[in-house]
């Protein structure tokens, strides 16, 4: 394919990228392995501070990965792990409710296209590939049990009983994350409660306005950044050793195939594995920190850039738009035109991933199953309003703010460069900006791999 754009040198991660320090606390399983993210619903100290300051909780915006899934990709030459659908497809009774699905654009919900992609892949043991789990199930029902917690029971932002004008939940149209967003509010409401109301509902957006995600097939920008990584991650410093390490490993030549192994797609099957408690190769296991941490690399550069000259505008148009609807949420809160309460947005690690970069908490990780961001809309006695950022349940220090608490007109002066709206993005997307930040940095080369439609599917998803 002819007319794409590639790196001629990068040298990793970008120093401009703010790396969270000192975020241990204690351990959790979260996607299979072992992590150090901190899920506490409160730091030391937390619930006297917001007393001190005599601030009030008014809203909250709820950023979530879906829950532990399928694996979607697999490892060549290893083995197939067994996924059986009576035991991962099941419907857990205490997530079961009526639900509604409701289509942003008023019309018929459109068959996904990701979803017709997964379906193309039935796993050893029945399951389809991307598949939430009934792990995945529970993860997200215990989200939700954390947020009944904190907003129904400690903070009182919420009533035990549902109210529709009070919660909104969108999702993007794939079934994982619908299903997701399902069990967070069964964790929150319970499904009797919810079964009681009747009104409980999920919007959907159709693919061509979905901003959920980074959109590729809306915006050429963002096609171009993410196939820069999926296609060309050889140009980031030290992968093309490491990768042709672990070819030999599992007995791969690309040099053959023309298909180069990518760590995306092998950390993919390992970590599904782990967190079913299924077999790993000890031949992977050996080597399980070194795809790791260049799965990782390759993830941050498809939705952040490869040069800190395109760090702004690649997070501004992969995790912009999905911002600037959460801001505009806020407003209308503060404005008093939206009675919502909280607003619960089930995504995937591709957003989760740039949204921490734009808070300017990046940790280097990769957002594990269930990761949460949330953004806290307090007021004070005096009407002022303040912002709280929180993810996995550690309280941020949001980009330009010191402390855990940002002025609210802080907030939007310290985040107003990676706001995007529709008109802005709509122009952005299909402009040459891109090679003119890049310059000397970016070459054309009409010898292309052929990317096998990964450049139509952001990597994570």
């Known amino acids: 394919m002819m007319g794409w754009w590639r790196l001629r040198r990068v040298t990793g991660y970008l120093g401009a990228v703010v790396v969270c320090g000192g975020c241990v606390a204690r351990t959790c399983l979260t996607d299979g392995v072992i992590d150090k993210i901190d899920r506490s619903p409160h730091g030391s100290g937390d619930s006297e501070e917001i007393s001190r300051r005599g601030l009030t909780l008014q809203q909250v915006q709820v950023f979530f990965r879906h829950g532990a899934r399928t694996p979607i990709h697999l490892t060549p030459n290893i083995e197939q792990a067994t996924y059986r659908a009576d035991i991962h497809n099941r419907v857990l009774p205490h997530t079961d409710f009526k639900l509604t699905l409701k289509s942003l654009a008023g019309d018929t919900i459109e068959k996904s296209l990701y979803e017709l992609h997964y379906s193309k892949t039935v796993l050893r043991g029945g399951c389809v590939s991307g598949s939430l789990t009934t792990l995945g ?223 300017g908490n990046y940790d280097g990780r990769w957002p594990p199953f269930a990761a949460d961001i949330r953004l806290e809309l307090y007021v004070d006695k005096q009407g002022a309003h303040w912002v709280r950022a929180r993810y996995c349940g550690k309280v941020l220090n949001i980009r330009g703010c010191d402390g855990s608490f940002c002025k609210y007109s802080d907030f939007m002066k310290n985040i107003s460069q990676f706001l995007v709206e529709e008109e802005d993005y709509k122009r952005i997307c299909s402009s040459n900006i891109l090679r003119k930040i890049a310059k000397d940095l970016l070459v054309h080369d009409s010898k292309e791999e052929d990317d096998d439609g990964r450049s139509d599917t952001p990597a994570g998803l």
């Open 137 to 359: 199930q529970q993860q997200m029902f215990e989200l939700g049990q954390r947020l009944r917690s904190e907003y129904v029971r400690q903070w009182a932002l919420l009533d035990p009983t549902f109210k529709k004008e009070h919660v909104y939940a969108r999702s993007t149209n794939i079934n994982r994350t619908i299903a997701s967003a399902r069990c967070v509010l069964a964790g929150i409401f319970g499904a009797d409660e919810l079964n009681n109301s009747g009104s409980a509902s999920i919007s959907i957006s159709p693919q061509k306005n979905e901003v959920l995600l980074p959109n590729p097939h809306i915006c050429t920008l963002v096609r171009d950044i993410n196939r820069a990584a999926m296609i060309h991650f050889d140009n980031i410093s030290g992968i093309q050793q490491d990768r042709l390490h672990l070819e030999t490993i599992l007995g791969v030549d690309s040099s053959t195939s023309g298909h180069k192994l990518n760590f995306i797609d092998v950390r993919d099957d390992m970590i599904a594995r782990q967190a079913h408690g299924l077999h790993v190769p000890d031949k992977l296991l050996s080597v399980q920190s070194m795809i790791e941490r260049n799965a990782t690399r390759i993830m941050y550069h498809a939705f952040c850039g490869q040069h800190q000259a395109e760090l702004e505008l690649a997070v501004r148009m992969t995790a912009g738009p999905a911002l600037t609807m959460a801001v505009k949420e806020m407003n209308a809160c503060i404005q008093g035109s939206s009675q919502q309460r909280i607003c619960l947005y089930s995504v995937h690690d591709s957003l989760i991933l740039p949204l921490t970069v734009i808070l």
